[in-house]
């Protein structure tokens, strides 16, 4: 991973850039990061604030040899190794799954996955990680001020985007290797000790619908398994969970 970085000072987003450098052929391993976004994106076409130098945004380009249908557990690992290293900050970070990371449940991180895929091959893998490190409160514009937080809120410390950068992508190249190697199951341990409202009745959103239901854990493949109040048990791959 690294092998090839595409730095930035201002960009739109850095998940655009990487998917267009993907398509072109773009190596495995290779990360954009920009100190700024004009127009980061998040997930259900949220917009994603990214101001200079106060936090970590970045994409990464993965070109994984797997079915595209466990590309999401590759999400699950970066969101793994993302409340790793912040749990070295004095911190609890619990991860919302998918991979949404909190903090006194507030919302620290969050990580958007894009993929090219044809039936059974992945053609890559597009890992968008945005980490708020060092605003404070009133950095956050008036709408995200009560769901949104930083480390540097969290902590108390100022902390170095780039040391942490580091440490992100030191240690998901160590997870990647084990899960390419040896699969998902091996390394589900590593989210459930992080895992947000484990064993709590939660609200969950689909495309089809919304019910109340405890989160059970998950799947040895990252599916989210809920237990319902007539004591089924079902297995989501796509969902919201709301509080
Ligand atoms: C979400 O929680 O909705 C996902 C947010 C992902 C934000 C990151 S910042 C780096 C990369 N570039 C983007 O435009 N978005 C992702």
Do not use: C
């Amino acid at each position: 991973l690294g092998k090839s970085i595409v730095h930035k000072p201002t960009i739109a987003s850095t998940q655009t850039l990487a998917k267009q450098l993907a398509a072109t052929g773009a190596e495995h391993g290779t990360i954009v990061i920009a100190d700024e976004q004009t127009a980061g994106r998040g997930r259900m076409q949220r917009t994603w604030h990214s101001r200079k130098g106060e936090g970590i945004w970045m994409s990464l380009i993965l070109r994984p040899e797997i079915l595209p249908n466990k590309a999401p557990q590759i999400t699950l690992l970066v969101a793994t190794v993302i409340a790793e290293v912040l749990s070295n900050f004095n911190v609890k970070p619990l991860i919302k799954w998918p991979n949404d990371i909190l903090i006194n449940d507030k919302k620290v991180s969050g990580i958007l996955t894009e993929m090219q895929a044809e039936q059974d091959q992945i053609e890559f893998m597009v890992i968008g990680i945005g980490l708020n490190v060092n605003q404070s409160k009133d950095m956050f514009p008036a709408d995200l001020k009560p769901i949104a937080t930083s480390l540097k809120i969290q902590s108390g410390q100022k902390l170095d985007p780039i040391v942490m950068t580091q440490q992100i992508l030191m240690k998901f190249e160590d997870v990647y290797e084990k899960y390419i190697s040896h699969g998902f199951d091996v390394l589900k341990g590593n989210w459930l000790k992080y895992g947000y409202k484990l064993g709590e009745k939660v609200y969950i959103q689909t495309a089809k619908r919304q019910w109340y239901g405890v989160i059970e854990g998950i799947e040895p493949d990252g599916a989210l398994r809920i237990k319902n109040d007539d004591g089924s048990v079902e297995t989501l791959y796509s969902a919201e969970i709301k509080w």
